[in-house]
Each structure stands twice: as structure tokens, then as C-alpha cells.
């Protein structure tokens, strides 16, 4: 007790937000672990009485108000801390009794909401710089949440698709207290967003941090939908908020991130590249499981974007990607169609995890036209007229030659005899639409597919 409250003395002499933040911080601090459970341990009938006295006394530069505010907090506080000590003294290895994660949960909430109430006290609420204390709330509110709802699932026996996985979705019915999390949180983006206050003084300051939990938040529960919301009530209050670069970076790293997966999903890959590059490019390099989830996502953008694939040394710090990805690259790059699809199907779970299964798959279109590329370059050259002196590509190619091409990528002689001029002229016809080059089919009852030596397809696609 004696430590907790003289730290929040010291941070309010301060307007030290961070350190303000550690005294609700609900782990053990590593220079003082056993603090928490001193304060937990207090005599509980007495524990009001007490903080009262001890923030009132303190002659802090804060209103009567304002200190009755923080006595509610810390009374909340002290009794979401009672029951993580039970949670810690009856977890471990060897015991059978379960956390009461759905206790804790609401403790929390009841913290959260205590905190969003000091802040709507009118001219005696929070001030800006305590915005931190915002951030801790949310941040194991949203971990309370999640624990609570495994522990339920646990206990019914309705393990979910997604279980283990951090940010990937789940079934509605097995996220009661999550879906409750959410909408304490919007709270928050709603108590930080609608701040009038000049911008040095304003609660606008918090936003992206909250904003990113929310992500989290809706990430999980599959409902991404809502993540677009957040994303047009930021930008209808980008003229009264402080410029995206002035927020701390890893705010910004975080923020740029999602915004540029909800691109991705939404099938939007140039913004998504856009959004996704800029995360990596501010990205600390010692990240490195960030810059992994940048990665997971970067690279099938470059794929279908710009048909680039990143360098080897690039991927050598992050084996995983590299197992995935490489096997494709090699692929799309020889046109083998058929190890493409065999390297896909080895990373199916992984890529259906991450939601990049279906992108991936339309970079079987670029495999394909590297395939076609390869049978254009093959061709050779045109016989030289009589006065020319440099020769010139074929601009005339026969389906068959396509045919056996296509037949030889996707594996074998059977599929090169079954393999019909009218298949083969309806995938190079989705090709060229895809690709949107001149390319037409004047001759195409005599199989031979006209191509405008002005416009070299393939060289442009290489």
C-alpha cells in the first residue's frame, strides 16, 4: 500500500501519465514483486477509509473531486487485485482449481468503467496527461475477456476453429465477454474522440492505442466490419486531431498495420501494399515477430501488385516465412503449375490461418503467365525480309504450342492429350483480360492467336 500510494503521489506532483499507469498495472512489477499482493492483502472492511486517507493527506495538486475519483478507482483496483492473488495462489502445476477468469473479467470491467467515469466529471474529471491509465484498462480488459471465454469454452466443451490463435476467428456464441470487452472499449475510443480541449491538453492523444485494441478486439471476433467503422470516425475528425506521424510510432506501426489487413481482405491490394510498406518501413528491426506479421501480408501484396518476390537475405531472419513463401516463389517463377498448387496445398493451414489461402491462389495467375512467356520467348524469331537486318519475335503463336505448355505445367502427357484448343483459348483469353494488354483473337478459327509486336506482352509481365 505504502509504495502504490506513494507512487501515484510522486506521478501526480509529476503529471507523469506512465508511471501513474504502473500503480493499476495488474502484474508484478519486477523491482517490486511483491507489491501488488501487499496492496491485495489489505484489511478489506478498511480499505476505502484507508485510501481516502492516504490521497487526501497527500496535499496533491488535485481537486476534492477529483481525489474522491481516484478513491473509487483504487477501491475498484483492490478488489479486481483480490482476485488475481486467488487466481495465482491457485493456478500452477499439480493444482486442479480453476481461475475464476470470469470473476476477474468483471472486477476489471467494473475498473474500466470507474476510470471512464473520473474522466466524464465535467471540469473536476481525469485530466489528459492520465490518459495512460486508459491504456492499461483496456489493454487487460480485452486479456481478462479472452481468458474468461476459453476458460467457458473449456468448461462446455465447445472448442472453437480458432483456438490458439491470437487474432483469428472465432464462433460469436463462445465470445460472450469479449463482445462485452468491446463495447467498454468503444467507450473509450468515444470518451477519447469526442474531447473538445485544445489538442496539448486533449484526450486525442490516446486514440491510436485504443483504436489498435479495438482492431484486436474485432479481429477475433470476426467482425472486421466494425474496424471500418473506427476507420471513418477517425477521418471525419482528422482536421481537429494532431497529425498521424506526431502519435508515438508504435501507435502508428500498429495502426498502419491493420488498416492495411482490412485493405488486404477487402481485396484492395495497392492500398493495402501502401498501408502494409509504411508499417514496415517505421517497423523497429529488432521486432521481429512484428515484422513477421508485416511480412504475412506484404508479400502476397508484392506478388499480385508488382509481381516482385522479396530477396532471400530478406527472408533469412524469419525461417517460418521463408518455408512458406519460397517454394512458392520458385514456382511462380518457373511457371510450374503443378508445384505450385503442391506448395500451396503444404502451407494450406498456415495460409487459411492468416486468411492470405485465396490471395495466394490468384498468384497462380502470374505462374501461368510466366508459363506463356516462356512458350513466346521459345518461339523465336520471325524470317527476315528481304532489306531487314534485325529480326523480330514471332507475332504469330499456335494454340497447340500453348496447349503442351500448359499441359507440361500442370503435370504430365495425360494432361497435354486431354487438353482441348477451346480450354486452352479460354484460359489465354482470361489472361488477357486479366492483364488488359492489346491482345486479340482475329484468327481464332484458324488456332493461332494474334500478338502486336508494338505491345510485348510478356516482356512486360516478366
Known sequence: MDSL?????????????????????????????GRLRSFA???????????????????????????????????????????????????????????PWSKIYEAWKELAITLIRGYTSGSTGFPAWTVPCLYVAGKYLRIFAIKADDLSALKDGTVTFSSGYQDDVVEDS???????????????????????APISESRKWGLYYITNLLFKTYFRLNNIGLSKNIIRALGSQSTDMPPLESY????????????????????????AQKSLTEAWDSCLKSSRRNQELILTYLIPCKLLTDQRFPASSLLAPFPRLQSLFAPLNFCIKRGDLSGFSAALAAGEDEFIKRRIYLTLERCRDVALRNLLRKVFLAGGFEELKPGETT????????????GVAIGLGQGGKDKIESMENDEVECLLANMIYKVNTPFSFPAALRHRPLLSPKAPLFDRLA
Open 248 to 271: 508515438p510510432k508504435s501507435h502508428v506501426v500498429t495502426y498502419k498495420y491493420y488498416t492495411g489487413v482490412i485493405c488486404f481482405l477487402e481485396e484492395d491490394y495497392v492500398q
Open 5 to 33: 500510494m506513494r507512487q501515484f503521489a510522486d506521478a501526480q506532483m509529476v503529471l507523469n501519465g506512465p508511471s501513474l499507469a504502473q500503480t493499476l498495472t495488474p502484474i508484478a512489477l519486477p523491482d517490486e514483486p
Open 391 to 402: 529480326p523480330s519475335r514471332r507475332t504469330r503463336i499456335p494454340i497447340k504450342e500453348f
Open 174 to 196: 463462445a465470445n460472450k465477454n469479449l463482445s462485452d470487452a468491446a463495447s467498454v472499449l468503444t467507450r473509450i475510443f468515444q470518451l477519447c474522440i469526442s474531447d473538445r
Open 41 to 99: 492483502l489489505a484489511p478489506h472492511h478498511a480499505i476505502q477509509t484507508e485510501l481516502q486517507d492516504r490521497i487526501h493527506d497527500q496535499r496533491l495538486p488535485i481537486s476534492t473531486a477529483e481525489a474522491n475519483a481516484w478513491v473509487e478507482v483504487y477501491t475498484a483496483f483492490y478488489n479486481a487485485t483480490g482476485y488475481l492473488i486467488v487466481a495465482e495462489d491457485t493456478s500452477g502445476p499439480g493444482r486442479k482449481t480453476q481461475v
